[in-house]
């Protein structure tokens, strides 16, 4: 080889290399894939392309909603922008409308409270399709009865164990008849910790003595779920919702609202809340990957993570302010049909006011903010 010869090919190789260089998995990527683009020169506006439904929701499309506080809003957003949103389970008729809330009607498809842990709704799923035996525990206080999988849906308790078991079953055939005519289920999941009966294994809905029943800690303990039984109970009620209709999906969310406190003695409740919402997180990202009929909406990264710098949260830093719920039902509809134009702008005044009233009604249909109640105030110095 000659000099000139070695001198080309080493000008072919630099531009072989270069072009390289320019050919990778990256250069075809959209400006979605790249935080700059992507995250930075987007917030606190929409995030353009966040969601895109794997499936075709429809002012049409019948929807349920199931889940943790934060759910609440989902349901009604969605009947306010002219959807279908689904209530199987009624308030009886001639009941005031505020009276109907405080006895649990209309905040979720069904009346079961907020559903903090999946395996809370797979309970409820066993029982509605006969795949077990009703559990009997019932938690008596006064000479009132409460439930626990839901033991604030009735003020001050049902009259008697018959009434408590007769209202489940009106909620089991609620289930069962709203599910197998809806084409959408909607559960935001909440929390990775539970209480549970040791002897039975039945997983509460709070904390016996939090709200209702009395702590027994040789019969009461702690559950703090790992990501393998937090997919397991997932897929569990996926199984159970096509038991009664097959063609039924599921479109998973995450809360973003922190614990209100971890009952895990060695973490801190920043850790406790990390853990939880990773571990739920991780679970909706992998069954949405690997389930043609699971998808993924991100209310938690919209409102959780740190581009919005927690604008989104209250004084509190826990409690989701009336725009953070806007902006998140923002991204929602504007994925649905590509942002059709009957949908109403969510930022206009009316929408926030419907929300802030919401807002204003979640101590009572919150159970988890009853624990920060259960704080006792520090002792006061000697003066």
């Known amino acids: 080889m000659t000099l000139a010869d070695g001198a080309f090919f080493s000008r072919q190789v630099r531009a072989h290399s270069a072009l390289n260089q320019h050919m990778n998995p990256y250069t075809s990527l959209s400006s979605k894939a790249f935080w700059r683009t992507g995250v930075a020169d987007t917030a606190p506006d929409v995030f353009a392309d966040l969601w895109t439904p794997k499936f075709s929701i429809t002012p049409t499309t019948p929807i349920l909603t199931v889940g943790s506080c934060f759910a609440q809003h989902l349901g009604r957003a969605l009947r306010d922008a002219g959807y279908r949103w689904e209530i199987p389970e009624t308030a009886p008729y001639g009941l005031p409308e505020s009276a109907a809330a405080t006895f649990h009607y209309g905040y979720f498809s069904f009346r079961i409270g907020n559903v ?53 079953d009106e909620t089991l055939a609620a289930m069962r008849r709203g599910i197998a005519d809806s084409d959408i289920f909607v559960l935001t999941l909440g929390l990775t910790e539970a209480w549970q009966n040791s002897a039975t294994g039945l997983t509460y809905a709070t904390c016996p003595g939090t709200i209702a029943g009395s702590f027994d800690p040789e019969l009461h303990v702690f559950r703090n779920f790992s990501f393998e039984e937090i997919r397991a109970q997932v897929l569990g009620i996926r199984t159970l ?66 581009p919005l710098k927690g604008a989104l949260f209250e004084s509190n830093l826990r409690s989701v302010r009336p725009a953070g719920v806007v902006h998140v039902m923002k991204h929602f509809f504007a994925a649905l049909d590509g942002g059709r134009s009957a949908v109403p702008d969510q930022s206009s005044p009316d929408m926030q006011a419907a929300v802030e009233q919401e807002l204003e009604a979640l101590d009572i249909v919150c159970e988890d903010e009853q624990l920060e109640k259960l704080q006792e105030p520090p002792d006061e110095p000697n003066t």
């Not at 029982?127 to 206080?141: F, H, L, N, P, S």
């Not at 571990?279 to 949405?288: P, T, Y």
């Open 241 to 306: 919702l096509q038991s009664l209709n097959p063609d039924i999906k599921m479109i998973l969310t995450v809360s973003p609202v922190p614990l209100t406190a971890t009952a895990a003695s060695d973490q801190h409740v920043l850790t406790a809340t990390g853990y939880s919402k990773s571990v739920l997180r991780a679970v909706a990202g992998e069954l949405c990957a690997n389930h043609a009929d699971v998808d993924y909406f991100p209310s938690y990264e919209i409102v959780a993570l740190h």
């Open 116 to 168: 903090y842990t999946p395996v809370v709704l797979e309970t409820w799923l066993n029982w509605a399709t006969g795949q077990k035996t009703m559990d009997r525990e019932i938690w008596e206080v006064d000479g009132a009865f409460y439930d626990p999988l839901r033991p604030q849906v009735e003020p001050g308790g049902f009259e008697t164990a018959d009434e408590l078991f007769a209202a489940r």
